[in-house]
């Protein structure tokens, strides 16, 4: 096996990859896939209509199933959920200056700044919630700062009170990317409610999927139309072209894809919440192994299952149980290491400096994401942590025997 730069206990290791080893792969996520003969049904009426995209029936319908499932008023679904952030910051005309945002995030989110003309100020994130630190914020507030860009992160709600009276008290937008925040409830709400524009992602790793695909959410009619407007090229009517639109139209094939996963989604997300309250049991008491607790008043959908990884108290790092797992096919993932403030577009930025971030860099060096989808069996989610109590015994075995030698 790959050497864990564990030393001695090396045959330990060994041992448990050959008693735990799965004979399959086992991914971070799989989509959930539905019927096929079902979806070929959509697709003969998709031939006989012949309209294929621009607002079709599939997408108007698609649109509306979502606004009731996810209890939004206004929701415009997109090509995929990069172009949907960048729409929503030219919606609310964020097209230069500075925009506050996390360094713990997919690329995608800071790219869509830069895509904008907007320069990305990087603030730390808070250890419980894993997102924007409110305590953080208003110290890089300045003459430029346009707006808050938040992530709730693995579906875990910003601190949206908190953010709100920031951004009331200066005058700033608030967008969150909710890409990973499909159906996630708050005190009661949808989570989406928040701010002056979410979105979310359909891609093919999240929860609800169309392959491709996303929407963002917004708070007035008003502004639903301008992006819709947006979303197609800036054209409001035949002869009127508002604005410096993009394409981020969704497809009648995606929206297809979606009004079968509708049907899916109830059960998906409560076999996720079974699976996830399972690894809570499983890996309780394991030192070392940190489960982020849920967010007060939030119910999650559990696109991912976190869990943070004391090295000194577990006996590995983050980076050798990951290289452990792989090794028993299981691949977890690590979402997300390294910041996107590290990459070379982003590390000259002041902001971008790590000893600015530092929950942000010691968060990003410890988080592993197991795999967690609603057809996952839950034997299999037994193995993983058998695996992990496992490796955490070896480990500080090991630790033990060195220390003594
Ligand atoms: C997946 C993801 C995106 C991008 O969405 P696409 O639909 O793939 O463009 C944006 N932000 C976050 C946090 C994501 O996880």
Not at 51 to 72: C, D, I
Not at 79 to 97: K, M, Y
Not at 115 to 139: A, G, H, M, Q, Y
Request: contains cysteine; neutral net charge.
């Amino acid at each position: 096996m790959t050497d864990l730069g564990l030393g001695k206990v090396a045959n330990d290791f060994a041992d448990l990859i050959r008693r735990r080893k799965l004979p399959e792969v086992v991914y971070v996520t799989r989509p959930t896939m539905p019927n096929l003969e079902g979806y070929v049904q959509m697709l003969a009426g998709i031939w006989e209509r012949k309209l294929l995209t621009n607002q079709g029936p599939l997408h108007n319908e698609l649109e509306e199933k979502l606004r009731s499932f996810l209890g939004v008023e206004h929701l415009s679904l997109f090509c995929n959920g990069t172009i949907a952030l960048l729409v929503a910051l030219e919606a609310l005309r964020i097209n230069s200056g500075e925009v506050i945002t996390t360094p713990f995030t997919f690329p995608a989110t800071t790219h869509s700044l830069y895509w904008n003309r907007v320069r990305p100020v990087f603030c730390d994130i808070d250890p419980v919630t894993l997102n924007l630190d409110p305590s953080k914020i208003e110290r890089l507030i300045g003459p430029d700062t346009r707006a808050i860009l938040g992530v709730h992160v693995y579906g875990r709600p910003c601190d949206v009170e908190a953010i709100d009276r920031i951004a009331s008290i200066h005058g700033l937008n608030v967008i969150y990317d909710a890409a990973h925040a499909f159906g996630v409830r708050y005190k009661n709400n949808s989570l989406l409610s928040y701010g002056d524009i979410s979105i979310l992602s359909f891609h093919g790793t999240k929860l609800f999927t169309t392959a491709e695909g996303g929407a963002l959410v917004c708070s007035t009619n008003d502004r639903r139309q301008r992006v819709n407007s947006l979303k197609n090229f800036g054209i409001a009517d035949e002869e009127t072209v508002i604005g410096p639109g993009i394409n981020g139209k969704m497809s009648e094939f995606q929206a297809a894809f979606g009004l079968m996963q509708m049907e899916l989604i109830g059960d998906e997300i409560s076999n996720r919440r079974n699976l996830a309250a399972l690894y809570k049991e499983l890996l309780a008491g394991i030192p070392g192994i940190q489960i982020p607790a849920d967010v007060p008043e939030t119910v999650s959908t559990y696109a991912y299952f976190p869990v943070l990884i004391d090295a000194t108290r577990f006996g590995m790092t983050r980076d050798q149980l990951f290289v452990l797992l792989r090794e028993c096919n299981i691949f977890a993932r690590k979402y997300f290491y390294p910041l996107i403030s590290s990459a070379s577009c982003y590390s000259a930025l002041p902001s971008a400096t790590t000893s600015h971030l530092p929950v942000a860099e010691r968060i990003s060096r410890q988080v592993l994401c197991l795999p967690i989808y609603g057809s996952l069996d839950p034997q299999t989610v037994g193995v993983i942590s058998k695996i992990i109590a496992g490796a955490q015994e070896v480990a500080t075995r090991g630790t033990a025997a060195r220390a003594t030698s």
